[in-house]
Every structure is written in C-alpha cells, then in structure tokens.
C-alpha cells in the first residue's frame, strides 16, 4: 500500500475531466462521485454492523487493508467502464453506421475483469469479516442466554434451549415446524444449547 494518499481513499475522488470522459457515451449521465461515496460508505456500514453484532468494535488490520482495496475496485471499475465505452461506445448512441463491432471483444474484456476485480475485492472483506468474528457470539444471544447459562447446568441449559426452539416455531405450519415441536430435533438442539453454555462460560 502506497504512503501517498491515493484519490479512491477520499470521498469525491473522480476529477470532473474523469466523470465527463464516464458520461461521454450515455444518453443517462450519472454523478459517479456521489455513486462511489454511496457504494463504499454503505459497504463499510455493512461490515460494522455484522462487527457489532459479535460485539467487535474497531477494524483488524487485515480488514482495513480489505476496504482500501475495495475502495480502489470500485474506483477503478468507473475507470474501466468509461475505458471501454471509448472503445466500444454504445450502438444507441453512435448509431449503427458508427458502431465499432469490431471493438467488442476487447471491450468486454475490460469490463468483464473490472467487474471480476470488484468481485474479488469483496470476498477479501467478508474473509476478513469473517476472521474478526470467528467464535464469537452475537450480542444478542449473550444477552438472552447470559445469565440463564450462570444459573443452570450443562445439561439443564441444553434442555431450556430446546424448548426454546419449540417456541420458536409455535403456529408454523410447516413439517419442519411439526417435527421441532413434536420433539424430533431435540437431540440436536440439547446438543447446541450443551455447545452454546460451554461458550457463554468462557465469558464469565
């Protein structure tokens, strides 16, 4: 990563020669830098509530290094489709005497791993996400089974979290349903409740 700060890591990061050089072949022009700022600020809000609800508050390393790549995808993608609508502009608006056919291909290459690029790009963020959650219990099952995991035993707490799943599933119709209530999941529910205050545990 560059010490230099690069345009993708500020809001705002196209020039206007690079947004009118984006709309010169479209019929519909789009504002690609409020485009970008609404695309990179709702995925990292994304990441930090799925952080939240696994009670992680700051950014790893590795997931910080994960969104600045994301940013420079998403920029780069604006890039890449302006690059190769030059090359290939499109039919409606050149019209069919000056459609470069034979510029398709490359064309799509372009945007074919623009958009492989960005793909890319966000699986390195969920990976990252997924490492700063690992084995850690959303916020909201600590709260409800927290202190029920303090009073109980193993296999007392394994029991209520079976019968919780019962409720769950009370006036649902569905053959899953009946089989949950009719008892037949409760093996495995015991088991993951078992699972669940052993975990809950280690937190005390």
Do not use: C
């Amino acid at each position: 990563m560059n010490m230099t700060t690069e345009p993708f890591e500020m809001d705002n990061p196209f020039t206007k020669e690079q947004v009118e050089d984006f709309n010169r072949y479209t019929h519909f022009p789009s504002d690609i830098n409020r485009e970008f700022n609404e695309q990179t600020n709702a995925h990292e809000e994304k990441v930090r509530v799925e952080l939240a609800r696994h009670g992680v508050t700051e950014f790893s390393p590795r997931l910080k290094t994960a969104l600045w790549y994301y940013r420079k995808a998403v920029y780069e993608y604006y890039l890449d489709r302006a690059h190769s609508r030059n090359i290939a502009p499109p039919w409606s608006v050149v019209g069919s005497s000056n459609y470069p056919t034979h510029r398709l291909p490359r064309a799509r290459k372009i945007d074919e791993k623009a958009s492989e690029r960005l793909d890319t790009a966000k699986q390195y963020v969920d990976r990252a996400v997924g490492e700063a959650i690992s084995g850690k219990l959303e916020t909201k099952i600590i709260e409800k089974w927290g202190e029920v995991a303090k009073k109980t035993t193993k296999i007392q707490f394994g029991k209520l979290y079976a019968e919780d799943m019962h409720k769950q599933h009370d006036g649902e119709d569905t053959r899953f349903a009946q089989e949950v209530r009719g008892g037949f999941w409760d093996h495995a529910y015991r088991s993951q409740g078992r699972a669940l205050w052993a975990k809950l545990k280690e937190l005390e």
